[in-house]
């Protein structure tokens, strides 16, 4: 990859009058302009940062790059957001994230992450369809790597595991807090996590994300939720399940049958056979304080982990033939976050309201999904026709059956706004439990990142609920 930075300036082309020295010119904007020159190749850290930086300046109308924290080194968690409104979140937007190198010697997701930028801003300077329709339909978050210490210290071996943990020697994949482990290791504080972990979970209070996966290596398969048990009546033939398990299923078969060989099941050395080439985590081997059981479990966001190569550190000539492998994987997942169905809660005013609860008849989530602060939901669903009960404090308990088409093909859920009635009957419905992720300060629920309370809790207080279960904890 070149390093040196150049400038999109017109003035550059203008300057010139002669055909030849224009084509000498634009040769070597070819030849300097980062994104035509991202190599087949390992990028360490600085090269990492580099690249986003120089992608994100020549491309400032569709990419935005932010940091969500530091290493425990000090080394800058870098994100590139990608979409036609990159900087911040449109109404009716869902957004998308990969994230790769959580475990610091599983290297893979680092460079596919890399070219599927580079994929996705070439396409659309190329006006291709599928990258037009993909960055106008969604916001596109790309964490290439959440371990760059364990990085620096990785060992190239396929399977030996140094470098997998960060500075303090923390597996980061054991480290969230997890609904199902016992209640000293859940109490942990958020401060007292690690500083990647830390990163994240600001991060999910920040964005409201509806989809995500999280790219690892040493296996080749797709494994969902849930990671962890709490040995009772989630669990059936060995396996945890979600209540939303046919959405996952459907989610890591789009991956496997999308990549080149993932669906074949077994083709690393020595592994076991993974029917379609998924599993359910738990399934596989039981975890805790994993990153996708907390995405899902507290931020409503359905999250996949990829195992995307037999070798860990897989070797550099390889790694032209893993692009292809995965490439139209990557895309066919981020297409489904347009699954299922999305849109906005308005009270009795016809105002937008946080915090409203929207569930699914028959999938009791441990933390039911609410809207954001901008009054939005976003539920992935298969087709088919489903139930909602949609509350909100002050108001009737509404209940709606919708008939829920395939989104992924037209790049959008289907949208459909609840419109809530006032009622002067006091209501206990909205009353619900989500059990503590481990704060140490007020769980945050709020979309927008504020500090302050939901505002529907506020609501509850002031008309003389007592509305304690588990949502406000100081
Ligand atoms: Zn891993």
Redesign the pocket.
């Known amino acids: 990859m070149s390093l040196t930075v150049t400038s999109l300036c017109g003035s550059w082309f203008s300057a010139s009058s002669t055909r030849m020295s224009s084509l000498l010119l634009f040769t070597s904007f070819l030849l300097l302009d980062p994104i035509w020159a991202l190599e087949f190749r390992y990028h360490d850290n600085s090269e990492i940062e580099q690249y986003l930086i120089q992608t994100s300046r020549s491309n400032p109308n569709i990419t935005h790059l932010y940091s969500i924290g530091t290493s425990v080194r000090g080394q800058q968690l870098w994100v590139l957001a990608l979409g036609v409104n990159p900087q911040r979140h449109v109404v009716g937007i869902p957004e998308f994230k990969y994230v790769a190198n ?2 610091g010697n ?1 290297v893979l997701g680092r460079e596919l992450l890399l070219h599927l930028i580079d994929h996705l801003v070439q396409g659309y300077r190329n006006e291709e369809a599928s990258a037009l329709q993909l960055l106008r339909s969604t916001r596109i978050h790309i964490l290439p790597s959440m371990n760059p210490d364990g990085f620096d210290d990785a060992d190239t071996d396929c399977q030996y595991s140094q470098g ?1 943990f960060n500075h303090n020697g923390v597996d980061l ?1 054991r480290n969230f807090p997890d609904v199902f482990s016992d209640p000293q290791r859940q109490q942990q504080s958020e401060g007292q996590r690690e500083a990647e972990v830390r990163a994240v979970m600001g991060w999910l209070r920040n964005e409201t994300f509806v989809l995500s996966a999280n790219l ?3 296996a080749l398969v797709a494994s969902y939720a849930y990671d962890n048990s709490n040995q009772g009546s989630m669990q059936m033939g060995g396996a945890s399940l979600t209540p939303d398990d046919d959405v996952f299923v459907h989610l890591s078969k789009e991956y496997s049958y999308s990549h080149a060989s993932m669906h074949r099941g077994n083709i690393c050395q020595g592994s076991r056979a993974f029917p379609d080439g998924i599993t359910n985590g738990y399934h596989w081997y039981p975890l805790a304080g994993g990153m996708q059981d907390y995405n899902y479990v507290w931020a409503q966001c359905l999250e996949v982990t990829l ?1 995307l190569s037999c070798c860990k550190f897989p070797p550099a000539d390889q790694l032209e033939a893993l692009w292809s492998d995965n490439t139209d994987a990557l895309l066919a997942y981020v297409r489904q976050v347009h699954l299922g169905v999305k849109g906005v809660v308005y009270d009795g005013s016809g105002v937008a309201v946080q915090n409203a609860l929207v569930e699914v008849k028959g999938r009791k989530n441990v933390c039911p999904f609410r809207t954001n602060s901008h009054g939005e939901y976003y539920r992935l669903l298969l087709p088919g026709n489903y139930t909602f009960t949609v509350t909100y404090p002050g108001h009737e308990v509404l209940t709606e059956t919708l008939s829920i088409p395939y989104g992924p093909d037209k790049y959008s859920a289907m949208t459909h706004h609840f419109r809530l009635r006032r009622t002067s009957a006091i209501t206990t419905a909205y009353i619900q439990t989500c059990p503590t992720p481990g704060y140490s300060h007020a769980v945050n629920l709020e979309g927008g990142g504020a500090t302050s309370r939901p505002s529907w809790i506020r609501h509850a207080v002031g008309i003389g609920l007592a509305v304690l279960g588990g949502w406000v904890i100081e």
């Open positions: 959580m475990h599983e997998r994949n690892h290596g040493g195992e």
